[in-house]
């Protein structure tokens, strides 16, 4: 199997080339594109994508990376009928808009309204991502494997990673998110699996992944869901010595 560590969902737009933005070179990132990297759950051709990476590649990064300047974001800005099936499309983008509407109303300037929403997209996205049941399964069983030593690795995988890229400078910017406030007021909604209660060291995996769907685990266990996300940048190894911050990113955890 190819040995992919990251798996990107980005945007259509071709001045964002996937593999260039965070340092790897070409066939060693699996890649997803859509009009405004999005992850719509309806959608099975990324939902198939989303699969494979996680289950069959075995990915330990997924990063959602958005871009400034956004074709699909500005024309959701638009009271405009784009003809479906784009305008059924872009529907994903205003309801993000509808769930920030306070904060986007409050900013007068329309660039920096645009730059904000496509932010708040790919903050949406990530969720979306954490929603999803193939995710959490996996999240939980590295979880397990991390804590009796039987994988070798010790973070649950995969971890959700939110970017935006500037086409005009090349920049790369990850947005700092704390996902265990955003995920708090859904863990009764969208929670699927959880470590089971006893010892961890001591669980048999299979098991407490068959008896888990009754439970909750993702949004609800933040050291497993969350804090790994926002200790990202506490070990960071700049591998190539590149200014990326995509590089530097991911250059601790390669294997």
């Known amino acids: 199997m190819y040995p992919f560590n990251e798996f990107l969902l980005g945007c259509s737009d071709a001045r964002v080339p996937a593999n260039e933005i965070i340092g790897e070179p070409p066939g060693s990132v699996f890649v997803h594109r859509n009009i405004a990297n999005m992850v719509v759950n309806t959608d099975f051709n990324c939902m198939s994508v989303i699969q494979y990476a996680v289950d069959v590649l075995q990915v330990k990064h997924i990063i959602v990376c958005g871009h400034y300047d956004c074709g699909g974001v500005k024309a959701a800005l638009t ?33 920096l309204r645009q730059r904000r929403l496509v932010e708040l997209n790919v903050i949406e996205q990530c969720l979306n991502i954490f929603k999803t049941a193939v995710v959490q399964r996996k999240r939980v069983e590295t979880h397990l494997s991390s804590k009796d030593g039987s994988s070798g690795i010790n973070f649950s995988t995969p971890r959700i990673h939110a970017f935006v890229y500037e086409p005009t400078t090349g920049k790369a910017t990850k947005l700092r998110v704390d996902f265990a406030t955003y995920l708090k007021d859904l863990r009764s909604v969208y929670d699927l699996y959880q470590v089971p209660p006893k010892s961890i060291d001591k669980v048999n995996l299979t098991e407490a992944i068959r008896t888990a769907n009754t439970e909750s685990i993702l949004i609800s266990d933040t050291t497993v869901a969350d804090n790994d996300n926002n200790n990202d940048n506490n070990n960071i190894n700049n591998r190539n010595a590149r200014k990326n911050i995509f590089a530097k990113l991911f250059s601790k955890f390669k294997k």
């Open 79 to 111: 009271n405009t009928d784009h003809r479906s099936p784009l305008e059924n499309w872009l529907r994903n983008i205003r309801d993000t808009y509808r769930l920030h509407k306070d904060e986007l109303d409050e900013i007068e300037d329309a660039t």
